[in-house]
């Protein structure tokens, strides 16, 4: 099984809809980090979590961190098709807390009707 | 400032050939990671160097291989291509190596084709 969980693997919204993708952690988390990816390109950096109950905000993207229970959401509210794209969260867990690795979930594919 | 460089963008090679990839980082980045992705395995780590040493390994065979200069650009190389290592190979630098804020930036990927 995967290390880091996402769900859903993909999610289909009607422009102006809010949505929410969760990354959940099998192992203690240090340090969160959401990206954005269009298919085929680098990742865009959204943003980074690190304590337990932290909550970041950028634009209309909301991110939240749950220590306790290892997880991390992403919100988007009034979504637009700008926002279509594949999220992925990456975490430093035990055994990588002090090391430049990431570990990734399997990303979530966001598409947004106009 | 400019972010992250990746040269080339797409690269077809065949089997048995071997391949050189080349990363800029940030500018005042001192740490750079590689990543390769593939549809089936998605994200994985590669390897991380930071000051020309490398510092952190994936779980990957030795025919992968990497360096940094003094001017903390890098390169990875693949030898022995096979058609398997067609995947995004990603590099993202950073500005320190095990610091849990230190973020990652990621620069384009060059698509490897491998026929």
């Known amino acids: 099984s995967q290390e880091l969980e996402q769900s859903p693997q993909s999610l289909i919204v009607q422009e102006g809809k809010n949505l929410t993708i969760n990354c959940t952690s099998s192992?203690?988390?240090?340090?969160l980090y959401w990206y954005k990816q269009k298919y085929g390109e680098g990742l865009i950096f959204l943003m980074m979590?690190?304590?337990?109950?932290e909550e970041k905000s950028h634009e209309k993207i909301t991110a939240k961190l749950d220590e306790k229970k290892q997880q991390s959401s992403l919100h988007i509210t009034a979504s637009q098709p700008s926002h279509a794209g594949i999220y992925l969260c990456?975490?430093?867990?035990?055994?990588?807390?002090?090391?430049?690795?990431?570990?990734f979930g399997q990303g979530t594919t966001l598409q947004v009707k106009p | 400032k400019a972010g992250v460089t990746q040269t080339p963008r797409y690269l077809i090679k065949t089997r048995g050939q071997q391949v050189t990839l080349s990363c800029s980082p940030i500018?005042?980045?001192?740490?750079v990671s590689w990543y390769q992705q593939t549809p089936g395995q998605g994200l994985q780590f590669l390897f991380e160097?930071?000051?020309?040493?490398?510092?952190n390994k994936g779980n990957f065979p030795g025919r992968f291989s990497g360096r940094q200069f003094s001017n903390s650009r890098s390169e990875m190389n693949v030898s022995t291509l096979e058609l398997g290592d067609s995947a995004l190979y990603l590099c993202?630098?950073?500005?320190?190596?095990?610091?849990?804020?230190?973020?990652?930036?990621f620069g384009p990927g060059t698509r490897l084709t491998v026929l």
């Open positions: 979590l690190q304590k337990g109950g």
């Open positions: 500018s005042g980045h001192r740490s």
């Open positions: 160097y930071f000051s020309e040493t490398q510092r």
């Open positions: 993202a630098s950073s500005l320190y190596v095990g610091k849990a804020t230190d973020t990652q930036y």
């Open positions: 990456g975490a430093r867990t035990e055994g990588s807390s002090n090391t430049g690795k990431l570990i």
């Open positions: 192992k203690t988390l240090y340090g």
